[in-house]
């Protein structure tokens, strides 16, 4: 059984540009939920997603998109990449969103936005 | 009403001591109550967690007590070691839902 893995694990953009995460579930998890951590904070939900569609969003503006695939592997999608973007993303996945609720996170990917 | 309040900031304690760490939540909505465990480097990892049918849980060194009607809850660290040291953030969820983070603990075991 391997854990949640994602990539790449260090990103460097400019200030406008586009980038995407991706995210592999633990084996066997349907439900992906990402997270921005911003330096010395705890994370911030920014959505989940479930069997391929959102289910529930935080307070992040819609330049922040995502993708969860039949495999349930899902991306993350920020489109005009600003400074305050700079932050450790954290994938979790978990057995459904309604179940024992135990999500397991991925290592994250640092992006830093210059 | 989303917020999940933390204490303290930061945390030294010698080993063989007990660390605590406290958070407060306002939304009565939540259901489901974790701690994590965060090294430099590597996403947080489940500690414990705890449901609001039940005011203590403890699991080895770890124990979470529960005050639903102060809407608290903490973490106790019983023998902390060097090992400990790392940073620990409460959360709370609705059904599993928008996990709610506290800005975390940065705990330091001395040796």
């Known amino acids: 059984e391997t854990g949640v893995t994602q990539s790449p694990t260090h990103l460097i953009k400019t200030r406008g540009q586009q980038v995407t995460l991706r995210c592999s579930s633990q084996s066997g998890h349907n439900t992906v939920s990402w997270y921005q951590q911003a330096l010395g904070q705890g994370p911030q939900f920014i959505f989940q997603?479930?069997?391929?569609?959102?289910?529930g969003r935080g307070n992040f503006p819609p330049r922040f998109s995502g993708l969860q695939f039949p495999n349930y592997s899902s991306e993350l999608n920020v489109n005009a990449l600003e400074l305050d973007d700079s932050a450790l993303y954290l994938c979790?996945?978990?057995?459904?969103?309604?179940?024992?609720?135990?999500?397991?996170f991925g290592p994250g990917t640092r992006l830093t936005v210059l | 009403q989303q917020q999940v309040k933390q204490s303290p900031q930061s945390l030294i304690v010698q080993k063989g001591g007990i660390s605590i760490i406290n958070c407060a939540y306002e939304n009565t909505a939540f259901d489901y109550f974790p701690w994590y465990q965060q090294f430099p480097g590597k996403g947080p990892a489940l500690l414990i967690a705890i449901r609001p049918d039940v005011s203590e849980k403890k699991e080895g060194r770890f124990t979470i007590s529960f005050n639903k009607s102060a809407k608290q809850f903490s973490l106790h660290i019983m023998d902390s070691q060097p090992g400990d040291s790392a940073t620990y953030f409460c959360a709370a969820s609705k059904s599993g839902q928008n996990f709610v983070f506290g800005p975390g603990t940065r705990l330091s075991v001395l040796p």
């Open positions: 979790a996945s978990s057995l459904n969103p309604a179940g024992n609720n135990e999500q397991f």
């Open positions: 997603y479930y069997r391929e569609e959102e289910n």
